[in-house]
């Protein structure tokens, strides 16, 4: 029996669409090389949809290992051309999944973070470095 309670439907229209364990999904068929990708099958609405749709995998041409490979890369602080060279695929490649990867992390993001407090600070500022204001006290020392 396929564990299936971490997916839910794909199709906007339908009443059970983002609900997850509703036991509306059955696995209909698998495919992919070695037949390691399931086809999931939504008994409310009657669509199906691969178990990878919605996330930075879905249609990937490249094996799984390399596109994790990348976006730990990319998650330890690789830039891309390093990703790039590191892994071993160009850097367009690692441009799309890093977007791919962005948002997917931004609609998990909505959905599991009930509330995102407003950030004094302004919105978003590099992980990496310090803000202006911050600079400058260091450079006045
Ligand atoms: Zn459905």
Do not use: W
């Amino acid at each position: 029996m396929d564990e299936l309670s971490r997916f839910c439907c794909q199709n906007p229209q339908c009443a059970d669409y983002g609900e997850r364990g509703a036991g509306n999904l059955t696995a209909c068929m698998r495919f992919g090389k070695e037949k390691r990708l399931r086809l999931l099958y939504c008994q409310t609405c009657h669509a199906r949809f691969s178990e990878r749709k919605g996330t930075p995998l879905f249609a990937a041409r490249l094996p799984e290992a390399t596109v994790h490979s990348v976006l730990e890369h990319l998650a330890e602080g690789c830039g891309i051309r390093k990703t790039s060279r590191l892994v071993g695929v160009s850097r367009g490649t690692v441009a799309r999944y890093a977007g791919l990867a962005g948002q997917h992390a931004h609609r998990v993001h909505g959905e599991v973070v009930a509330f995102s407090p407003a950030d004094a600070r302004g919105a978003v500022r590099r992980a990496v470095g310090l803000g202006g204001q911050e600079r400058k006290a260091l450079r006045s020392r």
